[in-house]
T-cell receptor, first 118, second 111 residues
Framework: AQTVTQSQPEMSVQEAETVTLSCTYD???????LFWYKQPPSRQMILVIR??????QNATENRFSVNFQKAAKSFSLKISDSQLGDTAMYFC???????????????FGKGTKLSVKP | ETGVTQTPRHLVMGMTNKKSLKCEQH?????MYWYKQSAKKPLELMFV???????ENNSVPSRFSPECPNSSHLFLHLHTLQPEDSALYLC??????????FGEGSRLTVL
């Protein structure tokens, strides 16, 4: 069974600074996807960034980037130039690749509560 | 506008009531999901409907009953719930192998 661990329940960062959120996972699969989702107080879960395990290049989306270390099963999220609107719960998630075409399960970590302070 | 709409946003019900949560997606996706989000616990997958196949978490009690009449609509029927079922229920949709898009959730309180 796959597990996702986020070891930082809460973090804070000053506006305009950089912060890194940690995520580790455990799986015996070789093909899978990893995601970071953001859930602001409005409750909506929003996709931040996605990484395919077969890609060695780390994904980036504007101020958000990941450090994907497949051998170490580590998938950290770096937020540069933090903004007040980045305040939210951040969830790391794992999805196994399904060769048969049917949809699989997205397994989440417990989340990290990030507060961006002015 | 996310493309995944959930109603109602808030629901309060007694333990003997029967109610339903509704989810609708306008993204042309072929899979829909129900997740339960409780305080201090990871999001828990309850049900998946994909390509007319239903996959469920065997730990979900039978007092939760899903219905997926077509690829755009998903319901979660609730009956004789317990106070511990109070949670945020999130609906999501996706294309096979792609990321999930979530609705804003339905906050359920069971008295």
């Amino acid at each position: 069974a796959q597990t996702v661990t986020q070891s930082q329940p809460e973090m804070s960062v000053q506006e305009a600074e950089t912060v890194t959120l940690s995520c580790t996972y455990d799986t015996s699969e070789s093909n899978y996807y990893l995601f970071w989702y953001k859930q602001p107080p409005s409750r909506q879960m929003i996709l931040v960034i996605r990484q395919e395990a077969y890609k060695q290049q780390n994904a980036t989306e504007n101020r958000f980037s990941v450090n994907f270390q497949k051998a170490a099963k580590s998938f950290s999220l770096k937020i540069s130039d933090s903004q007040l609107g980045d305040t939210a719960m951040y969830f790391c998630a794992f999805m196994k690749y399904n060769y048969g075409g049917s949809q699989g399960n997205l397994i989440f970590g417990k989340g990290t509560k990030l507060s961006v302070k002015p | 506008e996310t493309g995944v709409t959930q109603t109602p946003r808030h629901l309060v019900m007694g333990m003997t009531n029967k109610k339903s949560l509704k989810c609708e997606q306008h993204l042309g996706h072929n899979a829909m999901y129900w997740y339960k989000q409780s305080a201090k616990k990871p999001l828990e997958l309850m049900f998946v409907y994909s390509l007319e196949e239903r996959v469920e978490n065997n730990s979900v009690p039978s007092r939760f009953s899903p219905e997926c009449p077509n690829s755009s609509h998903l319901f979660l029927h609730l009956h004789t719930l317990q106070p511990e079922d109070s949670a945020l229920y999130l609906c999501a949709s996706s294309l096979t192998g792609r990321e999930l898009f979530f609705g804003e959730g339905s906050r359920l309180t069971v008295l």
